[in-house]
């Protein structure tokens, strides 16, 4: 198995940033690849953007292209979203997910989630 744990969330400003953390732990290997989800009251989870955990490749969300920045540092075990220019429409409660495939479909884990608010 595999836990995930977030951190980093809070309230913020529209127009601020904030970075979310993500940290995994047990059974390590069998994670390839680790993204970022969201959902906002009243909404489906969406995928916001992904990260495969060796060569680093990276896709996004389209609301999310040139503001959001996923990264990861293989030695802390821990995954990235670093959010510029926050809007409040990015209201939501961010998860945290991997797998053993890219496919987002095929994410096994899940966080917690973590309350991101920006206030307009």
């Known amino acids: 198995q595999v836990q995930l744990v977030e951190s980093g969330g809070g309230l913020v400003q529209a127009g601020g940033s904030l970075r979310l953390s993500c940290t995994a732990s047990g059974r390590i290997s069998s994670v390839n690849a680790m993204g970022w989800f969201r959902q906002a009251p009243g909404k489906e989870r969406e995928f916001v953007a992904h990260i495969s955990w060796s060569i680093g490749f990276t896709d996004y969300a389209d609301s999310v292209k040139g503001r959001f920045t996923i990264s990861r540092d293989n030695a802390k075990n821990t995954v990235y979203l670093q959010m510029n220019t926050l809007k409040p429409e990015d209201t939501a409660v961010y998860y945290c997910?991997?797998?053993?495939?890219?496919?987002?479909?095929?994410?096994?884990?899940w966080g917690q989630g973590t309350q991101v608010t920006v206030s307009s």
């Open positions: 997910a991997g797998g053993s495939r890219w496919a987002i479909k095929d994410y096994d884990y």
